[in-house]
C-alpha cells in the first residue's frame, strides 16, 4: 500500500464520508472492513473501578475527530506507517541487515504481536515494551545504533507493527514474571503526583465522560498507541502522553522508556485488555 | 498538552503589604475545615475574586466548577459541584477552609489546595516537569484567597 500518492484525494474521499456520528455510541470499522471494539467487558482484574465496560478513547472525541480515523486516506497517521515500511527494508549496522532480512513481510510475521505487548521476556528477564523490543534488534541483530525513545523513527516503526493487529484485542499478560512490574505500574496509577495532587486514576477513572475546561476525559486508554495528534500533528508514543499528563499536575516528570513508565504502560495497556488494536489512532 | 490550570507569578506585593498574613504552615483550621481568621487581614475584592476564578492563568476553578455568575465563560467543567448558591452553604469561614485546603472539609478532594505548600509527592516546578524543592510558593497568596472567598460569599440562589 501506498499511503502519500492517496493521501492526494484525502479531501474527495471527506466529502462523501457518512454525516452522521454518535459520539459515545458511535461504531468504528476502519475502511469499511476493519471492525474495532471501541466498548468492552471489562478485565476481571479491574474489579469493577469502571464498571461494567472499558471504552476507547476514539469515543470521547469529536464527530470530525473520529471520522478522521475512520479511513486510512483520511488517517495522517498512515503517512508515517508508510515511512517505517520503507525503514523495514533498510539495510543498516554493521551486520548488514535490515527488518526485512529476518521478518520478512511485517503483515505476516509482525501479526498479532502489538496486542501482546508489553510483554516479559525471559531471555533479557525484564518486561519489554514494544519499543525496547526494536531497539534490542537494532543494537543486538544488526549491529546498529538504538533509536531515540518516543522519537520519530520507533514510532512510526511501532505503528507499521501495530497496523499488523488492528482489529484485534489488546491482551496483555499480568501475571507470573511481569507481575511485580504490573503492581508498580498500578500503585503508580494511584498516586496523587505534584502540586495539584492528582492521579491518573482520579481523571481517567472517576470522571471519564466529565469535562475538565475544554477537555473530555476519556478512561485514558492506549489501546490506540502510537497516535496521531492533531495538536502536534506527529505520532506520538504513549510515554510521552504520560509525561503530559503528570507534567500537568504540577509534578516532576519521569522520562519516556524510564522503568516506571515501561511498568505504568503495562498496567494502563491491562486496563485496555478486549479492546481492538486501533493505532495508528487519532485524537486531538 | 492541556494545560487546564495554569496559575499566575505570584506577586511579592502582597507580601509586604500585610504584616498580619497567615502563613501557609500557620493556618488553624476547625475540625471541620473551617478557617476562621483572615488570611491576608485585608477584606476581601469579590470582583478580583470573580476574574481570579475564572481566569486560566489564576485560580482558574472553572476548570472543575460551572459558575452561573460567569456565564460569559466559556468551557466550565464538571467535575466539582456548580458552586452557584455556594455563598447560601457555607459560612466565610468554611469557604475560606475549602479554598485554602478542601481536604480538611472534604476527605480525598479531587480538589487541589491552594494555600498549601509541603507534604506532596514529586513536587515540581510550575508545568516544566522539572523538580522543585519543598516549600513550594502556594498556588495563591493569602489576598488572593481572601478575594475569592469574597466572591464565593456573594454566590447566592
Known sequence: MNFKATLACAAFVASVAPAAFAGEDAELVLNGEIPIVTTAPAPAHLDGVLGDEIKSGWLFRSDETQATQMDDFDNPGMIFVDQAQASWDTVEGSEGKSCASCHNDPAESMKGVRATYPKWNEEAGEVRTLAMQINDCRENQMGAEPWKYDKGDIVSMEALISVQSRGMPVNVAIDGPAQSTWEQGKEMYYTRYGQFELSCANCHEDNFGNMIRADHLSQGQINGFPVYRLKNTKLNGSHSRFKGCIRDTRAETFNPGSPEFVALELYVASRGNGLSVEAPSVRN | ?157
Not at chain 2, 7 to 21: D, Q
Not at chain 2, 67 to 94: M, S
Not at chain 2, 106 to 114: A, H, I, L, R, T
Open chain 2, 1 to 157: 498538552m492541556m494545560k487546564w490550570i495554569a496559575i499566575a507569578a505570584l506577586s511579592s506585593v502582597a507580601g509586604m503589604a500585610s504584616a498580619e498574613a497567615v502563613a501557609p504552615a500557620d493556618v488553624q483550621f476547625d475540625d471541620y475545615g473551617a478557617v476562621e481568621v483572615s488570611l491576608s487581614g485585608t477584606p476581601g475584592d469579590a470582583a478580583n475574586g470573580a476574574a481570579i476564578v475564572g481566569d486560566k492563568k489564576q485560580g482558574n476553578c472553572v476548570a472543575c466548577h460551572q459558575v452561573g455568575a460567569l456565564a460569559d465563560i466559556p468551557f466550565q467543567g464538571e467535575i466539582g459541584p456548580a458552586l452557584n448558591g455556594a455563598g447560601d452553604r457555607w459560612t466565610e469561614a468554611e469557604l475560606r477552609g475549602i479554598v485554602s485546603n478542601s481536604k480538611k472539609t472534604f476527605e480525598g478532594s479531587m480538589m487541589p489546595s491552594y494555600y498549601k505548600t509541603t507534604g506532596y509527592i514529586r513536587p515540581g516546578d510550575a508545568f516544566t516537569g522539572k523538580a522543585a524543592s519543598e516549600p513550594l510558593p502556594p498556588l495563591m497568596d493569602a489576598q488572593m484567597i481572601e478575594d475569592v472567598v469574597a466572591f464565593l460569599a456573594t454566590l447566592k440562589e
